[in-house]
């Protein structure tokens, strides 16, 4: 494939689901939904949606990017099914970034330092990873309780021997940190396309290579499945 110019970018793992085109590194037309209960049924609408406005006519993406989690596990699910399929159907390649790799990367380079990205994983939980002041991970995501992020966080400090300088994500301001560590932008509250775009280009400028068939969910935590009970079959008691 030759050079990788033209974008399109989504993500349906969040509140908010959003689909853009960015060309030369610059978005040009994108579409959000602030419903997640409808992100399925809306996400090729605004796949087509996007393209129409695009003006890249028949020639379309050089490139799928698609936010692969972690987040509500329905719609890590469609994101990452639909862009395969669909990437696959127009034989264009595919590559997945993490979701909270995108909000870390915007988040540094607003601040320059280190810091935390969260996203709400819901039950009593969240979800987060550390970054440094460049936006590289410095350790796999991880999903724990509100109640121990305070530990968790002074622990990846001291791993890392450096202080946070920032805590990005909506859901930050609710777990009791200093106010002046939550760092409130578009860009930093959930992932944007700019940075996700920005993550799948390198990604592919480092290894061009097709993802579409290891590219994989990322739950952090397994999904809410339960085995249903066996019924006994003796008649009047219990297996």
Known sequence: MGEVRRVMVMDTSQRRAFVGAVEDGIPIVGVTSDVP???AERLVGMMQEVLGASG??????????VGRGPGSFTGVRVGVATAKGWAFARKIPVVGVVSLDAMGYAA???VGKPGISLIDARKGEVFAAMYDGDGCRLADPVHLPRGQFGAWLEAMERQAGRSCAWLAGEVAASLGVRP??????????EPSPWATA?????????????????????????PD???PAVKSTRAGGSA
């Open 37 to 39: 209960t409808v992100h």
């Open 56 to 65: 890249w006519g028949r020639g379309g993406p050089d490139l799928v990017v």
């Open 108 to 110: 540094a380079r607003r």
């Open 180 to 189: 002046e560590l939550v760092l409130r932008s578009e860009e930093t509250d």
């Open 198 to 222: 920005t993550l799948g280009l390198a990604r592919w400028a480092r290894a061009g290579r097709d993802e579409l068939m290891d590219l994989d969910p990322l739950y952090v935590r397994p």
């Open 225 to 227: 499945i339960t085995t």
